[in-house]
DNA sequence: ATTTGTGAATATTTTCACAGCG
DNA sequence: CGCTGTGAAAATATTCACAAAT
């Protein structure tokens, strides 16, 4: 899903599907607020009702981590918290770069949620002069000049990219020459990295429109047919041409100088 | 994925894949930018490429579209960036809500990507007095109290949400109350909804706990085992006990006043 | 009595590979 | 030819349902 190319079984190592690795977080949380109610255990009902998944999933979600409940019990909340940890390599300290301090960068700098978990924010940096030496969540801003230094002297494997998405390729580049080896990239780009890289892409706007389609369908449902918008089911095999531009219509074509690539995000 | 309970099959309409819907903005995006090159067709494999996938995924993709391709020379890029939007439903107008205007908010309201698409925020709406009335990214901050007044309006369908985690499910049920119908919670919590209501979530610990998953594995590869780390398989069935929190210890258990619950995310 | 852990059944997604069309 | 569109195969993921454990 982010490797570089055909390599590995993508879920390979000791096997934890990567669909339950994706839930593990979501275990967590809701595991560690129930620590701090300092409640002792859980059922695995109780806590996939807080996770927000169904119970079947969950049990068999843990069962790939060996067997931690109890029967007729359920699961010791504490020793739980530790061991999804652990798997997620949480009880290491893994430093972080976050490159592009913008309103996302300091969003991103101020979350609590990275330093609640093993991550330390080791430096920000952006390309700005002017915001150089800033503190911004009390951790001074760094010139990109120095990334390279910084990433070494900090030891830093995982890099956070929330400049413009123009620059984010070369951001991601001397990353990686630098020594990063995981990225997590809020630019609206598709970056490509060596084998043995792993990329994770967080994009704002891919969200609303999965939810525009879903919102689209309720609303054509609704009652039979919408005034304006297109009824449910444009049958395949092109039956709503007219109002399309004409099938290979090499000529101007629409779209103003908005389009959407060098997207403006906040650097 | 989002929807309330047992409820309808899901991937059920026309029967687009979920999978599949999420990757069309991708696709989207990528014929976007060609556009703008005025590139005027493109095959599978070009494409694919550009969006980061692979071609017979692609294909597969557009085919629960229609036959939007010319075998022999491939898409044409304005045909199908027109196909592919409406679809999607970015065709039209979607006023968009967004609660909570810290720098997260704040990062939101100036992001492009959403003014691009169909999006159009609507109102910033967030509980802080102090804040109403200021204009971030040229819209005035409007006070929380109006929140319903607002939605009424504009009718707005789309709401994001990016208050601290404590409030986010009051600000929700507002929201749905008000006639919100979709979703998008960037505060860390799960948030209940009624059957209908579609609830996406970007929550940017969860993607860097991932990361640090995958790392973890590497580091542990890279030269058979590590020094003060876990080796690479901790055998199923708790073979793995004399560091960990003494299973079904129910005293005190660590974990410091900074837990993680009531993440401090900008509000 | 409960509640876990898990095989087996089902559903979904990805990939292969090639017939068919331009 | 070259490239799409798609059945069929393979791989993943989810759900069912119940035996086993406390």
Redesign the pocket.
């Known amino acids: 899903m982010a490797t570089g190319r055909?390599h590995r079984?993508?879920?390979r190592s000791r096997g934890i599907?990567?669909?339950?690795v994706a839930?593990l977080p979501l275990y967590l949380r809701a595991l560690t607020a129930l620590s701090e109610r300092s409640v002792p255990t859980?059922?695995?009902?109780e806590?996939a009702a807080a996770a927000g998944?169904?119970?079947?999933?969950l049990?068999?979600?843990?069962?790939y981590l060996?067997?931690?409940?109890?029967?007729?019990?359920?699961?010791d909340v504490e020793y739980l918290v530790y061991q999804i940890s652990r798997e997620l390599g949480l009880t290491q300290d893994w430093p972080v770069v976050i490159v592009g301090i913008g309103n996302l960068g300091a969003a991103l700098a101020g979350y609590g949620g990275f330093a609640s978990r093993g991550f330390r924010v080791a430096a920000l940096i952006d390309a700005d002069p002017a915001m150089t030496g800033k503190p911004v969540a009390g951790i001074p801003v760094q010139h990109s000049d120095d990334l390279e230094k910084i990433i070494a002297e900090d030891g830093v494997s995982i890099g956070v990219i929330a400049t413009p998405a123009g620059v984010a390729q070369q951001v991601c580049d001397r990353l990686v020459a630098a020594g990063v080896t995981s990225i997590l990239n809020f630019a609206p780009t598709v970056l490509s990295v060596p084998d043995g890289v792993d990329v994770r892409k967080v994009d704002l706007s891919i969200e609303l429109q999965i939810l525009a389609f879903h919102e689209q369908r309720k609303a054509g449902e609704e009652a039979g047919a919408e005034p304006g918008a297109l009824p449910s089911a444009p049958a395949p095999y092109a039956a709503t041409e007219g109002d399309a531009p004409a099938r290979g219509g090499k000529g101007g074509g629409r779209k103003g100088p908005d389009g959407d690539a060098p997207a403006v995000m906040p650097a």
Not at 17 to 20: F, G, I, V
Not at 59 to 63: A, P, Q
């Open positions: 055909t079984p993508a879920t599907p990567e669909a339950t839930r859980v059922s695995s009902e806590l998944v169904n119970s079947a999933k049990r068999k979600d843990f069962s060996g067997s931690y409940g109890t029967r007729g019990v359920g699961y």
